[in-house]
């Protein structure tokens, strides 16, 4: 599997940011809504701390992901109506943004409320705001529950699309993004239309190992 994006295949920079991202904000999620229904109790406070902590990772890995993919072309899109391209786009520069003011919003509730702030208990880090702020506290507060809402449409309908092209049109959308996945169409038309071209002993015209 190449370390790169090709035109025709994710790599494997690209893959394991999207997956360990995908597991760690799925994971929050859950985390997230379990805590803030817990009791009162000092087990309660080592939750939000490794949430926080949690949170500020995902942050750090957006940031380096963002900036990976400004090196690494994206593989050039499968054929599909026009309108889908644009949705699949308009969802992934949702769930990008979300990905970034998730853990902002969740610093700057924390900065405001003046709670202290360490990653994993190994460092301290420092506040966003100036002292205890209580009307950016409660902005701050229900911009993470919004935002909390919006990353759960934008996620339904990001990976019901994955599950669609797999399914449905059965094409290597999801396949070419799977850790495992290992072949990948080029952008081309459907098999139906090429197999008259092909001979028996040719490979697919419309697959490329990666
Ligand atoms: C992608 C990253 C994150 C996700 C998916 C996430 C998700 C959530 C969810 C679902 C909740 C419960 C609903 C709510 O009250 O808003 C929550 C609460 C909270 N989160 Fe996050 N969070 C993230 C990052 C962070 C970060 C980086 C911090 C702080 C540094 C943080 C601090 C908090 C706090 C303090 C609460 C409790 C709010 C309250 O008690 O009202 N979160 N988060
Ligand atoms: C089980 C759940 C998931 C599945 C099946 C899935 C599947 C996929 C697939 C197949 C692609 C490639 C789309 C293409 O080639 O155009 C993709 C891209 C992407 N996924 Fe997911 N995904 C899942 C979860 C997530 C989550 C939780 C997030 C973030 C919150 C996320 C964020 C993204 C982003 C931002 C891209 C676009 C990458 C880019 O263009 O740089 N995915 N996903």
Redesign the pocket.
Known sequence: MPIRNTDHA?GSI?KAF?WI??LL??GMGFLGWYMTWLPNAPGKIKIYALHKSIGLTILALVLLRILW?QFDR??S?LPMPHWQAVA?RGV?IA??G??LLMPLSGWLFNSAGNFPLQWFGLFHVPSLTDGENPALKAIAGITHLILFWV?LVA?VL??GG??KHHFIDRDS??R??LPWGTRAEKSSPPPAMTATHSTPNSSSPTEVKS
Do not use: S
């Open positions: 994710w690209n999207h991202l995908a904000i799925i993919r994206r593989p899109e699949a992934h769930l990008y979300v990905m990353l996620f990001h990976a994955a599950l959308t999801l070419r993004m």
